[in-house]
């Protein structure tokens, strides 16, 4: 199978050569398959959390290298890691990030703005994602009116907007209820049905049944890997 992200001795160090140096994270060597569920599991501060920050190219490593499909994130400008970010990758932030003055359909359209697309295109295109999700009847609606798993929809809607090959969710089921989590679930099977790879940061083991990799983490390392037959 594909291999859709690679890291070569990837490291994040915080206050380099200072009494206040922190290893956020250390050597870290993965691969992840295309089309995989991959969870990185560990405590808070293990380091779950800046390693999807590097993996989704949202931050650069101290030292070492990443690449996704093939490219080496790490040799490439701002502006085109940039372009991968738009391009390749969703994102699903823990606290979702959306923006409180807009409605639903505008914040999940909100992403194909820098790229120059139509307001009517960009509305088309939400709401044919909010309608998949359930949420046609609230694509006018602020955040404050949506409860958390309604908000979370929104931001899984937002995170598909430019068809990505590549879902990153950050600590998803933090801030929502037991039955937005099984909505979630149901999600993330649809999303790796269609192809594509979803990594999640964890430490709910409610998650765990439904990975083909797990990768442990701690203390900026990663101590164990488990595949899974699904």
Not at 12 to 40: C, F, M, Q, R
Not at 89 to 117: E, K, T, W, Y
Not at 173 to 200: F, H, M
């Amino acid at each position: 199978m594909e291999i859709i992200i690679k890291t070569e001795k990837l490291a994040k160090i915080y206050n380099p050569d200072t009494s206040y140096e922190v290893k956020a994270l250390w050597d870290v060597d993965i691969e992840i398959k295309k089309g995989h569920i991959v969870i990185l599991s560990g405590p808070s501060g293990s380091g779950k959390t800046t390693l999807i920050s590097l993996l989704g190219a949202i931050d650069r490593p101290t030292r070492g290298k990443a690449f996704l499909m093939g490219e080496e994130l790490t040799a490439m400008s701002d502006v085109a890691l940039s372009r991968v970010r738009r391009e390749s990758i969703g994102f699903v932030f823990q606290s979702f990030n959306l923006i409180p003055r807009l409605s639903a359909v505008d914040n999940v359209g909100f992403p194909l703005i820098p790229m120059g697309v139509s307001v009517a295109e960009r509305h088309r295109r939400a709401s044919d994602l909010l309608k998949r999700f359930q949420m046609g009847e609230r694509m006018r609606h602020t955040p404050e009116e949506l409860s958390g798993g309604q908000q979370q929809r929104v931001a899984i809607a937002r995170a598909l907007i430019n068809n990505p090959h590549i879902i990153i969710a950050d600590e998803p089921t933090s801030n929502i209820d037991a039955e937005a989590v099984k909505y979630l679930i149901e999600t993330i099977y649809a999303l790796k049905k269609e192809g594509r790879t979803i990594i999640i940061s964890t430490h709910d083991q409610s998650l765990f049944n439904i990975a083909d990799v797990i990768f442990d983490v701690k203390d900026g390392r990663i101590m164990g890997m488990r595949e899974f037959k699904q």
